[in-house]
């Protein structure tokens, strides 16, 4: 059974920056794809990005564009994907998912949420003016 937890939310100032990072357990053992979401109240839950299992290939989202860079680590048991966040803005304040399609390889199926089957708990992140 795969689990993802994220960690690394929290409240920052406009123009600050914040990691992200979510750790995989479960699943096949040599890794799949990893990707992020984000949701503000009230809205549709929106893609970020993701990532290939052996981190050669990513996709990223219109949000953040420009601002956001996705990395993993899979050099133990445990999978950990990083989402880097540059230049914030008051319109990132947003709840932000670690998602995952366990089946997944490639990082292209995980830009649409009806193939992600995984999801984390989500990590809170408040951008203030």
């Known amino acids: 059974q795969v689990q993802l937890v994220e960690s690394g939310g929290g409240s920052v100032q406009a123009g600050d920056s914040l990691r992200l990072s979510c750790e995989a357990s479960g699943g096949r053992s040599d890794g799949y794809a990893l990707g992020w979401f984000r949701q503000v109240l009230g809205k549709e839950r929106e893609f970020v990005a993701a990532?290939?299992?052996?981190?050669?290939?990513?996709?990223?989202g219109d949000v953040l564009k420009g601002r956001v860079t996705i990395s993993r680590d899979n050099g133990n048991a445990k999978k950990t994907v990083h989402l880097q966040m540059n230049s914030l803005e008051p319109e990132d304040t947003a709840l932000y998912y670690c998602?995952?399609?366990?089946?997944?390889?490639?990082?292209?199926?995980?830009?649409?949420?009806?193939?992600?089957?995984?999801w984390g708990q989500g990590t809170q992140v408040t951008v203030s003016s």
């Open positions: 990532i290939s299992r052996q981190g050669g290939s990513f996709y990223y």
């Open positions: 998602a995952a399609d366990p089946t997944s390889i490639g990082a292209a199926n995980l830009r649409y949420r009806d193939r992600i089957t995984v």
